[in-house]
């Protein structure tokens, strides 16, 4: 199988797409001609031409509300917001009519838009560019929310999203788009080549939404994370000798709580982690949830690791990011409580 | 930069000699277009040099629009404007210390480190950012608008975007609202005929943007922005219609960008002859230049002067970008909500 980065991976599933369903259409903020800001679309609109893959106007509620109408009259429109802090101009349409079209029709109609945007933080973008709004979505009945973690998935669940019949904002890391990151701000860039989920097939396969993964096993305690800090923690818990089992959600709504169940009924000790700040952050959704169902398993409180409650810093972005250290520290005062 | 324009701002096309602006203003403007473009030339050294991180938009090319419109503002109008925002603050009179030191994100920036490029802002200066998301600042620059009117107090908007936030619908909505209140605004759209890789001519059903104004009744016209005079002349008539309570004015400046959308952006979307044609025949400054010597407002070695003046301004705001400390860890939890 050919090594592939996140982005590699993305243009391929889009590839596939494109190919096997004439329904599908990609289009988005230089998403045609230019080939994406970070080049996920590049080289599609040489390919499959110009009414398939082209530029959208600089109108994210525009974007947004012709998808839907492109995909209530059955297309499968995958539309690019340029940076997740870019889409809420398009909230409204998302909220009012991408979410509800398929309730307020009595199911006579559907609107499976995907909605691909990169995601979070590590690149110093500082407010406007660096943004996790993951939490206003899951808030949103009728939309899933998805965030791959490697090429893999990326491409797998990319395909599952615009094959099904639901709305999908799915959301790319972008600080991992080329190769995985342990929390280490100064350390040198790693390569997906070196990565087992940097194998990705050339053709058409799907990873299904809503299945979580548990990307290492573990005893001392859980951590429930996703997208880049998926691989801060795993590296956090390697460096700090802690035993951690760590699932990768992979989706957020509608999030798979079986596994997390399973496998804080097992540890009784639990991190959820986010770059997203901590008020009203989807941890605060996994916090409570987790209590609900593992309550008297739990043998220390549920620790939140998040940003901070402010805006996306542009000097402090290392204070904010929780990285390696903080999450360390983290493991230790979940495994250490007594 | 104000005090120079407030000496002429008596002036009218009557009482002026026909040849135009003095050579006050004529060296004036090339100063602070000089100023620009050696200081966005530093800036794009030190992104090189890993000083300035994350995203950096240069100004090159487009300093004669910036320079022009100014010189027609009066003091305590504002100005607004989106991420491609260097310029607007130097010419404004923000130094070139607190611009530096914002990118670096020390204590010494304008932001004291929490904005960085796109997002910084002057209380001083009248200066309202640094937007970072493409179109918005020209729905708070008619916000800004409607105060000046509801005060009362004969200030006006100056409100920049580019060619790719003309296609956002608030800016319509906006045009809408500023007509209907007869809003002092005047929106500067900044065409250098790229939004990043995607041209006006692939994105815009209507090229020419100072049309967009029509339908809603906005005045507007089409503007030479690599010509400072040609800029200072159609803003002086826009800002003067603007003040009046005739309500809001569009300027469409043709300009160019020299240097990629961004810093990581390689521009491949547009040949080396089409970029080549603007620098070698249309520069801004060397057009100023030209004509400041033609006329013999200065001579070389006075401009020279001047050019090394700039060049010590510039080197000591890279050096002081980088001497100003880093700021305090608690700073990252101030400024969220008011302090009690």
Redesign the interface.
């Known amino acids: 199988m050919p090594a592939m980065n996140m982005l590699q991976a993305l243009n391929s599933a889009m590839d596939v797409l494109l190919d096997k369903h004439p329904e599908t259409v990609i289009f988005g903020?230089?998403s045609g001609?230019?080939g994406g800001?970070f080049g996920a679309t590049q080289g599609l609109q040489k390919k499959y031409g110009l009414d398939r893959v082209f530029?959208?106007?600089?109108?994210e509620?525009?974007i947004a509300a012709m998808a839907i109408g492109m995909a209530a009259k059955g297309l499968k429109p995958i539309a690019e917001i340029q940076f997740a802090?870019?889409i809420?101009?398009a909230f409204d349409q998302i909220i009012s009519e991408m979410s509800r079209l398929r309730y307020r029709s009595a199911g006579q109609f559907v609107s499976p838009v995907v909605v691909r945007s990169p995601w979070g933080g590590g690149?110093?973008?500082?407010?406007?560019?660096s943004m996790s709004p993951e939490a206003f979505f899951t808030h949103i009945p009728g939309v899933k929310v998805a965030v791959p973690s490697n090429p893999y998935d990326a491409k797998g669940m990319l395909i599952a999203a615009s094959e099904g019949d639901d709305p999908v904002i799915f959301f790319e890391p972008k600080r991992i788009y080329n190769g995985p990151f342990d929390g280490v701000p100064d350390a040198p860039l790693s390569s997906w080549a070196k990565h087992p989920k940097g194998e990705v097939p050339e053709g058409h396969y799907r990873v299904e939404l809503g299945k979580a993964e548990i990307v290492r096993e573990g005893e001392a305690c859980t951590v429930v994370t996703y997208g880049t800090l998926v691989h801060v923690a795993v590296n956090a818990a390697e460096k700090a000798g802690i035993d951690a089992e760590i699932i990768d959600l992979k989706t957020l709504a509608p999030y798979d709580i079986e596994t997390i169940v399973a496998s804080v009924n097992k540890t009784g000790r639990v991190v959820v982690a986010h770059e997203a700040p901590r008020t009203s952050g989807f941890g605060a959704e996994l916090a409570a949830q987790i209590q609900e169902e593992c309550f008297y398993a739990l043998e220390a409180p549920v620790f939140r690791l998040t940003g901070?409650?402010?805006?996306y810093?542009?000097?402090?972005e290392w204070?904010?990011f929780p990285g390696q250290a903080r999450f360390i520290r983290a493991l230790q005062t979940v495994t250490e409580a007594r | 930069m104000a005090a120079r324009q407030s000496a002429s701002s008596k002036s009218t096309s009557r009482t002026r000699k026909p040849s135009g602006p003095g050579a006050d203003t004529y060296i004036g403007w090339y100063r602070d277009m000089l100023l620009i473009r050696r200081f966005e030339e530093k800036a794009g050294q030190l992104y090189g040099m890993g000083l300035i991180a994350g995203f950096c938009h240069l100004y090159i090319g487009q300093e004669a629009v910036v320079v022009g419109v100014q010189s027609a503002l009066r003091e305590g109008d504002q100005v607004i404007t989106g991420y491609r925002d260097h310029g607007h603050m130097l010419a404004t009179g923000m130094t070139a210390n607190g611009v530096m030191a914002e990118l670096t994100g020390r204590e010494g920036g304008y932001s004291r480190g929490k904005g960085g490029s796109m997002h910084m802002f002057s209380r001083e200066k009248q200066f309202f950012g640094g937007h970072g998301i493409v179109g918005a600042q020209v729905s708070l620059g008619t916000g800004l608008a409607f105060a000046n009117a509801y005060r009362e107090d004969g200030k006006v908007c100056a409100t920049y975007f580019g060619d790719g936030a003309a296609n956002q619908g608030q800016v319509y909505e906006s045009f809408n609202m500023a007509k209907i209140w007869n809003l002092p605004v005047v929106y500067i759209i900044e065409n250098n005929q790229y939004a990043m890789g995607t041209s006006v001519k692939r994105s815009s059903s209507e090229t020419h943007l100072f049309k967009r104004g029509v339908s809603f009744n906005i005045p507007g016209e089409e503007v030479d922005g690599m010509d400072v005079n040609a800029v200072y002349e159609a803003a002086k008539k826009a800002v003067e219609h603007a003040r009046s309570g005739k309500g809001p004015y569009i300027l469409e400046m043709k300009t160019y960008r020299y240097r990629g959308h961004s810093m990581s952006d390689p521009a491949k979307y547009r040949t080396r002859d089409e970029v080549n044609e603007y620098r070698e025949h249309k520069d801004p400054i060397d057009l100023a230049k030209k004509r400041i010597l033609d006329n013999k407002f200065a001579s070389e070695d006075e401009l020279k002067a001047m050019e090394k003046e700039i060049k010590k301004i510039v080197q000591e705001s890279a050096e002081f970008a980088q001497s100003s400390p880093e700021p305090d860890p608690s700073e990252l939890y101030t400024d969220v909500l008011i302090e009690a």
């Open positions: 903020e230089d001609y230019f800001v530029d959208a106007p600089i109108n509620a525009a802090d870019y809420f101009p690149i110093r973008g500082g407010q406007t560019h901070w409650d402010t805006p810093p542009h000097a402090h204070a904010y």
